[in-house]
């Protein structure tokens, strides 16, 4: 089941997630030496700039209940981390060189974010799943607890609802992550910060959603300011959608 509205904080078990691994292909295998770009909120000196990461549809629209597919999460890893590549990505299957997001998931496979399925398909468009984004989290922290901890954090802050689980509390590993709940989560990996103050970018997201400013966020290229609440107060902007 997708949720339609909110963010749910979540419950995991992590070693089932680590099972999880398990389901590539062609498993990522130990982190590189060097970190991702992943720097402390306090550390950002005043009038830095973020880019967007996320992109919108040439309809004006930003479609936040839509699951996120694995050719976006590829996509906006491409644009957000950067971090030691090795060695060259595969040949998948099922992503052509014309592929809208090729060069983005060869370079999320070259950083260890991402791997392929069985048989050597990538399958672009299926959804995410929260346990399969807590990993990809975990291999950018270098610690799925870690990532995990930072998730329902920010969750718990955002929404009150909890994702439905069994008798035993194990949450359903299969429902598929929207893109407005990945963009709050991955702020938060990134330690940026809800922007305010932007004029709105989408017509499909109003100011009184919950996830607003985190969208504002991850799909505005912006200068900012730093504010005492743990915002951004936006300075200056370059609109980005998809093609």
């Known amino acids: 089941m997708i949720r339609q509205t909110g963010i749910t904080a979540l419950r995991f078990v ?3 997630i680590v099972l999880f691994g398990a389901m590539d292909a062609r498993p990522a295998p130990a982190a590189p030496s060097s970190a991702s770009s992943v720097a402390p909120a306090d550390a950002e000196p005043a009038g830095i700039s973020h880019e967007a990461y996320m992109a919108g549809y040439s309809d004006g629209t930003f479609k936040p209940d839509r699951p996120l597919s694995r050719a976006e999460l590829a996509s906006a890893l491409a644009r957000a ?3 030691e590549e090795i060695g060259s990505a595969p040949a998948f299957t099922d992503v052509e060189a014309g592929h809208w997001a090729s060069s983005a998931i060869a370079k ?4 260890r974010l991402m791997a392929g399925e069985p048989g050597g398909a990538f399958e672009p468009n299926r959804a995410v799943t929260f346990r399969e984004l807590t990993i ?3 291999r ?7 990532a995990l901890s930072i998730m329902n954090g920010r969750s718990a802050s955002i929404h009150d609802e909890q994702v439905p ?4 509390g ?5 429902i598929a992550v929207s893109r407005a709940e990945f963009v709050v989560w991955m702020n938060a990996m990134l330690r940026r910060r809800p922007l305010t103050d932007a004029p709105q970018q989408w017509i499909d997201v109003s100011a009184d959603r919950e996830e607003y400013e985190d969208i504002q966020e991850a799909s505005i290229s912006h200068l ?3 504010t005492p609440d743990g915002s951004e107060t936006w300075g200056e902007s370059a609109r980005r959608k998809d093609d």
């Open 224 to 226: 900012f300011e730093p």
């Open 81 to 83: 981390v950067q971090r």
């Open 108 to 111: 999320a496979y070259r950083m």
């Open 140 to 146: 950018l922290l270098g610690s799925e607890t870690e």
């Open 165 to 168: 689980q069994d008798a035993h």
């Open 136 to 138: 990809v989290f975990g």
């Open 170 to 174: 194990v949450h359903d590993e299969h």
């Open 14 to 16: 992590v070693a089932g």
